[in-house]
């Protein structure tokens, strides 16, 4: 299973991007999409996540500006970022946690990171 990430950038405070990340390979299904981010001499944080089944969770900094979507049928998820702040600037992670079979535990994957750089 590969992951691919896009939609990173550099943008200024109050901005918008929107992250998008596609998994290919051998899916049966996926549990959960997310992203996390990683700043400098910080350790790598979850931001959302979204559950086959639609069920989401945040980081409490980004309620209300960040939205996850997850396409199960398309094996992406997405990321709107809004109304983004100095502090939001990271390398952003996909994440998904795959079933390759129906008896086989889901193994977690990454994708290879995304620059997000906000600043005026």
């Known amino acids: 299973v590969q992951l691919q990430a896009s939609g990173g950038g550099l943008v200024q405070p109050g901005g918008s991007l929107r992250l998008s990340c596609a998994a290919s390979?051998?899916?049966?299904?996926?549990?959960?999409m997310g992203w996390y981010r990683q700043a400098p001499g910080n350790q790598r944080e979850l931001v959302a996540e979204?559950?086959?089944?639609?069920?989401?969770n945040y980081a409490d900094s980004v309620k209300g500006r960040f939205t996850i979507t997850g396409d199960n049928a398309k094996n992406t998820v997405y990321l709107q970022m809004n109304s983004l702040k100095p502090e939001d600037t990271a390398v952003y992670y996909c994440?998904?946690?795959?079933?390759?079979?129906?008896?086989?535990?889901?193994?977690?994957?990454w994708g290879q990171g995304t620059q997000v750089t906000v600043s005026s």
């Open positions: 979204v559950t086959y089944f639609g069920r989401t």
């Open positions: 390979g051998s899916i049966f299904r996926i549990n959960a």
């Open positions: 994440n998904m946690k795959v079933k390759s079979g129906t008896y086989t535990p889901p193994y977690d994957y």
